[in-house]
């Protein structure tokens, strides 16, 4: 039994917490997030998060833009995407379809291209689409615990380099213009790198968890061919069915994960509809490996080097 199962009952006994899938995401009803939400309840939606990995909360109506920032903030502090400008007034990373940047659909963790990549993200349905859209995601630390010993053994060793700078069109075919303009020349207006360990060990459970997703750009001291032969091997271990939940949007939903232990893709089966999601992203810290070795910078840019001067940073690294 992991760390996270063993939340014991009256940890979360303030919620009431209905499973979605059997081996992650659970729905929380009957409640209304605020940043007004006494200490307990904040505590009890921190556990049960860490033991489900996603939760999922209907009828979030009342939340403006404000509001949501208001409520992340009481789950830690709230940082801005490193490339995509935030809407006016906001830290809020918008995902809308009509523009380029809005589909994310590839499977990843957030922002993993930083060392101290988010702990936690809180996404709110703005704009649904009538059918389509639906967001699925999947356990890390569960396949990295199904995996066979020998392999643990293995994996436990590899570190792998991170960047916003990756192959966009690896896994998507993409042929309007403006997807790839916005990949181009907004997300990787500057390029941000980061090597983390393959298996890191989770901050509050304990738990061993696989970090991969598409921001992976090569495992380190493999070449490209080598790395992507592995890179498949355990991403197909993390997305594989019984390891994931799939959630149907309806307006005005909040889903928050533990970005720690997930990975997600949004399916892009909506075609032309509206679609628009906001998302509230919680500051994480570097990720630790099993011997205890910690995520590293590999490139920042120098403005962002500025603001934290105590990351290590190496501009000719590749």
Known sequence: MTSSQRIARHDTDLLEIHPVAGNIGAEIRNISLSADLDDNHIQQIENALVK???????KQHHLTDEAHQAFGARLGKIVAHPTVPSPA????????????????????TDVTFVDAFPKISILRGVTIPEYGGDTVWANTAL?????????????????????????????????EEHRLNHHKNVFVSSVWEAEHPVVHVHPVTGERALLLGHFVK??????????????ELLQNRITRLENTVRWQWQQDDVVIWDNRSTQHYAVNDYGNQPRLVRRVTIEGEPAVAIDGSRSRTVTRPQDAVNDTPDREVNYAAS
Do not use: C, M
Request: charged share 25%; no cysteine.
């Open 52 to 58: 489900y990995k996603v939760l999922f909360f209907r």
């Open 89 to 108: 007034g906001t830290k809020l990373f918008e995902l809308d379809a009509s523009k380029g940047g809005g589909r994310a659909d590839s499977w990843h």
């Open 143 to 175: 396949a990295y615990e199904l995996l066979p010993e020998s392999l643990k053994q293995f994996v436990g060793t590899l570190r792998a380099i991170h960047s916003n700078n990756y192959d966009y069109g690896a896994e998507r075919i993409v042929t």
């Open 218 to 231: 090569k495992l380190v001291g493999f070449n490209s061919r080598e790395s992507a032969q592995l890179f």
